[in-house]
């Protein structure tokens, strides 16, 4: 099936919706922008990858009033790949209550289902370095 603009317009608001709920508290939303077997790559964090969305959901829940209080995402870029994937590249900024700002890269894996585009592999990458430790 063809990648169209409609395609990547619905896959630029998925990626910006995980703010939104995650933000709002509204966890048990996940299930809207990732597939129930996701895979939610947080090895960079020193964790283990959560697998499914209910372990999204409790992860967020565990980490409880250390959660950012804004979570922001910019810089979509998509790549169709084979079948009903696209890759998607993206970069978050995570707003703590105390002020300060992380930086991560989002790599997703977005496929097709029948309830529409989700979300099946993310990848978290932290930014601790400037120019990607190639100074």
């Given at each position: 099936m063809a990648?169209?603009a409609?395609d990547r317009?619905?896959?630029?608001e998925?990626?910006s919706m995980?703010g939104?709920?995650?933000d709002?508290?509204e966890?048990?939303r996940?299930?809207e922008l990732?597939t129930?077997d996701?895979?939610?790559?947080?090895t960079?964090?020193g964790?283990?990858?959560?697998?499914?969305?209910?372990?999204?959901?409790a992860a967020?829940?565990?980490?409880?009033?250390l959660?950012?209080v804004?979570?922001h995402v910019?810089?979509?870029?998509l790549?169709?790949?084979?079948?009903?994937?696209?890759?998607a590249r993206?970069k978050?900024?995570?707003v703590?209550?105390?002020?300060?700002v992380?930086?991560?890269?989002?790599?997703?894996?977005v496929?097709?289902?029948?309830?529409?585009?989700r979300i099946?592999h993310?990848?978290?990458?932290a930014h601790?370095t400037?120019l990607?430790?190639?100074l």
């Amino acid at each position: 099936m063809a990648f169209t603009a409609d395609d990547r317009t619905e896959i630029t608001e998925l990626i910006s919706m995980h703010g939104h709920l995650c933000d709002s508290g509204e966890l048990d939303r996940l299930e809207e922008l990732f597939t129930p077997d996701v895979v939610y790559d947080v090895t960079d964090f020193g964790q283990e990858p959560l697998l499914g969305v209910a372990a999204c959901a409790a992860a967020a829940r565990a980490v409880g009033e250390l959660n950012p209080v804004g979570h922001h995402v910019t810089n979509i870029v998509l790549t169709e790949a084979a079948g009903d994937r696209v890759h998607a590249r993206s970069k978050g900024l995570g707003v703590n209550a105390d002020g300060t700002v992380g930086s991560v890269t989002y790599e997703d894996t977005v496929v097709r289902t029948p309830h529409g585009w989700r979300i099946s592999h993310r990848t978290v990458r932290a930014h601790r370095t400037p120019l990607g430790g190639r100074l």
